[in-house]
């Protein structure tokens, strides 16, 4: 079992910066792919980056170039730098994880079975 405890949403403007930080208590860390996911009012959940223990990452085209995921595995966190944001970019994120040896399609949502509760970021033009 894991545990995942998101911070850092708020509210910015076009243009800003926030980094989401999420805690991860549990299992071992390092064997997890941790994932940033998000979703918009009346959207389904979108994948936005995944990141593997040793540097593999993925980014949605949508967020690559201004989003960087990066992880600690001696705390168990993993971060998301967003830059230049934008209001499409409003969300709630969800940090989420899964067992790399059983990890299906990264970038489908379910692939993942351990959540957070999500944090709000809203991005105002």
């Known amino acids: 079992q894991v545990q995942l405890v998101e911070s850092g949403g708020g509210l910015v403007q076009a243009g800003g910066s926030l980094k989401l930080s999420c805690a991860a208590s549990g299992r071992t860390f390092s064997d997890y792919v941790m994932a940033w996911i998000r979703q918009a009012p009346g959207k389904e959940r979108e994948f936005v980056v995944a990141?593997?223990?040793?540097?593999?990452?993925y980014y949605a085209d949508s967020v690559k170039g201004r989003f960087t995921i990066s992880r600690d595995n001696a705390d168990n966190m993993v971060y998301l730098q967003m830059n230049s944001l934008k209001p499409e970019d409003t969300a709630v994120y969800y940090c989420?994880?899964?067992?790399?040896?059983?990890?299906?399609?990264?970038?489908?949502?379910?692939?993942?079975?351990?959540w957070g509760q999500g944090t709000q970021v809203t991005v105002s033009s």
């Open positions: 989420a994880a899964q067992w790399a040896q059983a990890l299906g399609v990264p970038t489908r949502p379910n692939s993942y079975i351990y």
């Open positions: 990141g593997w223990t040793g540097g593999k990452t």
